[in-house]
Nanobody
Framework: QVQAVETGGGLVEAGGSLRLSCTAS??????????IGWFRQAPGKEREGVSCIWDRGSDIYADSVRGRFTISRDNAKNTVYLQMSNLKPEDTAMYYC???????????????????WGQGTQVTVSS
């Protein structure tokens, strides 16, 4: 059974930085065969895509985070990182990573197509 575990959330002041990690296990093939997406959900709002990495490192970003967030992967550790810089109060949310085999999803896929989700890690940015 594929599992994804997020770590690295916390409380930070506006302008600060955090690095989230998503580590996957139970995979049926090599880690780089999988797309990894980061999503976030603020109270009262729908879950939205933040960033995604797949296909030998191709990545995408939401307009709201482009230039401030950087996604990367370490295939040897089955881990994807989301480096978040210049954080804003509006970045406050529960952050989730999701994964599935790249034969089934791509970084343009709806979040509803991902089968494997982590439990989430809270990011709170104070003003």
């Amino acid at each position: 059974q594929v599992q994804a575990v997020e770590t690295g959330g916390g409380l930070v002041e506006a302008g600060g930085s955090l690095r989230l990690s998503c580590t996957a296990s139970g995979l049926s093939s090599a880690f780089d065969d999988y797309a990894i997406g980061w999503f976030r959900q603020a109270p009262g709002k729908e879950r939205e895509g933040v960033s995604c990495i797949w296909d030998r490192g191709s990545d995408i970003y939401a307009d709201s985070v482009r230039g401030r967030f950087t996604i990367s992967r370490d295939n040897a550790k089955n881990t994807v990182y989301l480096q978040m810089s210049n954080l804003k109060p509006e970045d406050t949310a529960m952050y989730y990573c999701a994964t599935d085999h790249a034969a089934l999803v791509s970084c343009g896929s709806s979040l509803y197509t991902y089968n494997y989700w982590g439990q989430g890690t809270q990011v709170t940015v104070s003003s």
